[in-house]
């Protein structure tokens, strides 16, 4: 466990620390290490440490392996498929640890919330007011430096409510249309679906939160010849000359 533990970021940390001062090529003998301050959870908690930690050498050697025969060694289709897998279901996992950490820190100028689509949760009825809010965070965000809005989560105070009953009372419980519709209203703003535009569901604990990956645009992004920027934590409109500085600043062609 304290090989894990000294191996861990927090671990380096300390050693670091420790090593401050030690002279021009830094090391610490053995009491020096028995006086590094170390986390030491019960034992059940550290024999899971270790099992896990051994788990994911194995996992990190297997793949390197495979890594290295891809090329030269066709694999099956079927062999294929679970490394696609075995991808996904890593990558959905990251995203909900990035949901649950995003939820912890609140708002930011990377992070949006908003609770649902179009539906009106006092009135439990269709509002499409609520959409262009979303439309313009999307556009600041893509002239900005990117960012990700929950569909989903309450901001004040936050709590993830999930897209459960949106879903029901106009989709039906199916994410598709739901997806469709959110398509559609991309497109009736954009033209099209901006190429820096990702979009699916993460599956919490609440329900469903429908995330936006937004990445930085190359390019400067217009609305109805209307330009947003994503500040901390709003979006707003830039005008005449702070647009005009703003542009030439931000982007290449500018």
Same mark, same amino acid.
Request: net charge neutral; proline share 3%; charged share 30%.
């Given at each position: 466990y304290a090989e894990v533990y000294f191996n861990s970021v927090v671990g380096q940390k300390f050693i670091a620390l420790a090593l401050m001062g030690k002279g021009v090529i830094p090391k610490l003998n053995k009491g020096d290490?028995?006086?590094? #301050? %170390?986390?030491?959870?019960?034992? /059940?908690?550290? &024999?899971?440490?270790?099992?896990?930690?051994? !788990?994911?050498?194995?996992?990190?050697?297997?793949?390197?392996?495979?890594?290295?025969?891809?090329?030269?060694?066709?694999?099956?289709?079927?062999?294929?498929?679970?490394?696609?897998?075995?991808?996904?279901?890593?990558?959905?996992?990251?995203?909900?640890?990035?949901?649950?950490? #995003? %939820?912890?820190?609140?708002?930011? /100028?990377?992070? &949006?919330?908003?609770?649902?689509?179009?539906? !009106?949760?006092?009135?439990?009825?269709?509002?499409?007011?609520?959409?262009?809010?979303?439309?313009?965070?999307?556009?600041?965000?893509?002239?900005?430096?990117?960012?990700?809005?929950?569909?989903?989560?309450?901001?004040?105070?936050?709590f993830v409510t999930s897209v459960s009953e949106e879903l029901e009372k106009f989709h039906k419980n199916n994410k598709d249309s739901y997806m469709k519709t959110f398509a559609d209203s991309i497109r009736n703003d954009f033209g099209k679906i901006p190429p820096y535009i990702d979009y699916e569901f993460i599956e919490h604990k609440n329900g469903p939160v429908f995330a936006i990956f937004v990445k930085k645009s190359p390019k400067p992004i217009y609305i109805n010849d209307a330009f947003y920027v994503r500040g901390n934590p709003k979006v707003e409109e830039l005008k005449a000359q702070e647009l005009v500085d703003y542009v030439r600043e931000h982007f290449e062609e500018g």
């Open positions: 290490i028995y006086k590094l #301050d %170390v986390a030491v959870p019960g034992t /059940s908690i550290q &024999e899971e440490i270790v099992n896990r930690d051994s !788990d994911l050498t194995d996992i990190i050697k297997a793949l390197s392996e495979i890594k290295k025969s891809l090329s030269t060694n066709p694999m099956s289709s079927n062999e294929v498929k679970r490394i696609h897998d075995i991808y996904e279901s890593v990558f959905i996992a990251n995203k909900l640890v990035k949901l649950n950490s #995003d %939820v912890r820190a609140g708002e930011s /100028s990377l992070v &949006e919330f908003k609770e649902t689509f179009k539906l !009106d949760i006092k009135t439990k009825e269709l509002n499409k007011g609520l959409v262009q809010p979303v439309i313009k965070n999307i556009a600041g965000f893509m002239n900005s430096k990117g960012g990700v809005i929950y569909i989903g989560v309450k901001d004040h105070p936050i």
